[in-house]
């Protein structure tokens, strides 16, 4: 497998650092790739707009650095939103940090029903919860880049920025931005299709861990290679894949925060270093930083 081919595959749920830990995604599901088929193909089936083919390549990855096709039987995470029926004492800003991680965007979740976050949901009200991408920046672009690509106006650039809690308009390779898609919507055959999918998922819950663990254990040497070629935002696409499976070992945990760590010292990515230092120490309590072969940027990127 090229690490052109690993790219393009499934990239799995990159907010799994960008969130916080008590965010819960929405209902995104997997899509197999079937012979001749195309990216707008997939797009115009299950959202009814082939241009939104763009919005799957930024979710799985496929165009960072260069990017990469789609080939039969590839995985592809399809973004889609989820709804919420509203407990009593809830408020948008609870629900933003369930959802979405933060209190802080509780306008976003508001707006996204048609509300004013001043103004809270009632008891009973079903919302909507917006699908999130997590795009991972590529040279040249910027927040109003990313606002033209994903919302088509350049102009809500200070949006993104806001979403992100991220004050300057420029955007550093490798960097994770979240990307809230209000209005997202699937076609009769894209909401059969996500039931499908995720009913699969709720059957076959071991096996499919299983197959998690395996894959992890083929590709978490590949982090390890392309660290030592450089290639840092493979390294990031590569082992938020892995981690959006959910269902590794310890160990396993423990290698892919490592990899992301070294990768996001490397992309002067401090705080999401940082982020990955949290995550290893999870898993790995003492990890060992040889002062040897170790950076001591590394080092003090994850102090103990």
């Not at 749920?13 to 960008?18: C, H, Q």
């Not at 990031?236 to 992301?260: C, D, F, K, M, S």
């Not at 230092?277 to 930083?289: E, Q, S």
């Amino acid at each position: 497998m090229t690490a052109r081919t690993a790219l393009a595959r499934r990239t799995g749920r990159l907010l799994v650092l960008a969130l916080s830990a008590s965010a819960r995604s929405a209902d995104a599901f997997t899509h197999v790739v079937e012979p001749s088929e195309t990216l707008a193909q997939i797009a115009a089936r299950v959202y009814g707009d082939a241009r939104k083919e763009s919005l799957l390549a930024g979710a799985n990855a496929l165009d960072a650095e260069g990017g990469s096709v789609i080939v039969p039987g590839m995985r592809l995470e399809i973004p889609a939103p989820t709804y919420h029926k509203v407990v009593a004492g809830e408020t948008w800003a609870s629900l933003s940090l369930t959802w979405l991680g933060d209190a802080r965007r509780a306008e976003v979740l508001a707006r996204a029903n048609h509300d004013v976050s001043w103004v809270q949901p009632v008891d009973g009200l079903e919302i909507e919860i917006p699908a999130v991408v997590a795009h991972i920046v590529s040279s040249g672009e910027s927040s109003m880049s990313l606002a033209t690509r994903y919302w088509g106006d350049g102009n809500r650039g200070w949006e993104l920025n806001a979403f992100n809690g991220r004050p300057e308009t420029v955007m550093h390779r490798g960097e994770i931005i979240l990307i809230p898609l209000e209005g997202l919507s699937l076609t009769d055959a894209g909401r059969l299709e996500a039931k499908r999918s995720l009913d699969r998922t709720v059957g076959e819950t071991d096996v499919a861990r299983i197959a998690a663990q395996r894959r992890a254990d083929a590709e978490i040497p590949q982090i390890l290679a392309d660290l030592h070629k450089g290639q840092y935002v493979e390294v990031v696409a590569r082992a938020n894949r892995i981690l959006g499976t959910e269902e590794l070992t310890h160990p396993q945990l423990a290698a892919v925060y490592r990899g992301l760590l070294e990768a996001y010292v490397a992309l002067d990515a401090p705080s999401a270093a940082r982020n990955a230092c949290v995550g290893l120490r999870a898993n790995d309590p003492n990890p060992r930083f040889d002062p040897i072969v170790t950076s001591p940027k590394i080092r003090a990127a994850c102090p103990k």
